[in-house]
């Protein structure tokens, strides 16, 4: 089973982007939208892309020139039908990936094997709207897809090991680096990142601290380039409220903050302020507090469940995410008892249980990884 053709469902941002992975590699590679606009777009984004990279002397012409002719643009889904692979990159809307594979249905031949980009969403809820699920996975790629490393690579309950094996040689060949995730809500990198954009808002709602002192006290924090609202703004707040009211229905704790909903819902962006005020070290203390409970908590919850192992998280924080100090190692450089002490404030305010398990695993990780290192003399 190997896969040399890709069709891709949508040319939007992530679809282009992964759309040149594929091309980059070699693969005859064929974007499907309905839009002639957004196709167009895409062909002019190809172009600029490809030119950067002679000027960049990165490729020859030659090169960017066969590359570039890898690629197929139309608005008949009945392309589909030619590709080993199809990748859905549609906006993440359950209904209107739902639909797409209904459309699809029809076009797929026996032999294809059908991802979905999705974020968040349970591939359960959208494996049904295909003839054959046990040929359906998922591929999450982070954006900007064509320099972020990281896939996600996630097995839906009926998905065959072929298909995963398949999918796993396309991502080495196309330069990804991959973890495997069950299916579950969020999987693993947004089961903890949105969370933690989330609290952000939480925080500025609450008066805590401003946009940009929250940005700044997190880029120390964590060792990042950019801080959560930052993020959310170059991502689309829109984008980022609609991950999130997609795990809400994990509990109350991922529930979307008042100030998100407002921002997202008008598709407006955050107003970061451009002279940061330092603030006091008690507000530092709980603004960090507060978005470390933000990640720990989902991160354990998610062990708990098996969703993933621990150097996956560790490896989507790191690649993914750039995160500097990494969450994982930071509980285990904290101590189990530091960290539920961290962790009490989040579990009474949402009334939820301690993540036992996840924080067996977390610490017996620790144990296990550290034994393997041998003693320097």
């Given at each position: 089973m190997k896969i040399e053709t890709?069709?891709?469902?949508?040319?939007?941002?992530?679809?282009?982007?992964?759309?040149?992975?594929?091309?980059?590699?070699?693969?005859?590679?064929?974007?499907?939208?309905?839009?002639?606009?957004?196709?167009?777009?895409?062909?002019?984004?190809?172009?600029?892309?490809?030119?950067?990279?002679?000027?960049?002397?990165?490729?020859?012409?030659?090169?960017?020139?066969?590359?570039?002719?890898?690629?197929?643009?139309?608005?008949?889904?009945?392309?589909?039908?030619?590709?080993?692979?199809?990748?859905?990159?549609?906006?993440?809307?359950?209904?209107?990936?739902?639909?797409i594979f209904s459309q699809l249905a029809g076009e797929l031949p026996p032999r294809s094997l059908v991802a979905t980009n999705t974020s968040t969403l349970r591939l359960a809820d959208l494996a049904d709207a295909l003839p054959d699920p046990s040929r359906f996975l998922g591929l999450h790629y982070f954006s900007p897809a064509e320099h972020n490393p990281l896939v996600e690579l996630i097995s839906g309950d009926r998905t065959k090991p072929e298909v995963l094996s398949a999918a796993q040689e396309f991502l080495e060949r196309t330069g990804k680096t991959q973890i495997l995730c069950a299916d579950s809500t969020g999987f693993a990198i947004?089961?903890?990142?949105?969370?933690?954009?989330?609290?952000?808002?939480?925080?500025?709602?609450?008066g805590v601290a401003t946009t940009g002192q929250i940005d700044d006290i997190a880029q120390r924090a964590f060792d990042l380039a950019l801080g959560p609202f930052a993020v959310m703004n170059i991502v689309k707040p829109r984008i980022s409220l609609n991950a999130v009211e997609n795990l809400a229905a994990l509990g109350p704790f991922y529930e979307p903050a008042q100030s998100l909903q407002k921002v997202g819902s008008t598709e407006g962006s955050w107003n970061i302020e451009d002279q940061v005020q330092p603030v006091h070290s008690s507000v530092e203390d709980i603004v960090v507090n507060r978005l470390q409970a933000a990640l720990f908590f989902p991160i354990l919850e998610a062990l708990g469940e098996g969703v993933a192992q621990v150097e996956a998280f560790e490896l989507g924080a790191s690649l993914a995410l750039r995160f500097g100090k990494l969450p994982i190692a930071r509980m285990r450089e904290m101590g189990r008892d530091a960290v539920e002490m961290v962790l009490e404030p989040l579990l009474q305010t949402y009334r939820a249980s301690m993540p036992k398990t996840g924080l067996d695993r977390v610490f017996d990780y620790a144990t296990r990884a550290e034994a393997r290192v041998p003693a320097l003399v």
């Open positions: 890709i069709t891709i469902v949508g040319a939007g941002t992530m679809g282009g982007g992964i759309a040149i992975t594929c091309l980059m590699a070699g693969l005859r590679t064929t974007v499907v939208d309905l839009s002639e606009e957004k196709l167009q777009a895409l062909s002019i984004r190809m172009d600029r892309h490809f030119s950067r990279l002679v000027d960049k002397e990165k490729m020859t012409a030659d090169e960017a020139r066969d590359a570039r002719s890898c690629l197929s643009l139309t608005r008949a889904l009945s392309d589909v039908a030619r590709s080993d692979l199809i990748i859905e990159a549609v906006f993440e809307d359950l209904g209107l990936k739902r639909n947004n089961r903890f990142f949105c969370p933690y954009t989330n609290e952000a808002a939480r925080l500025l709602d609450e």
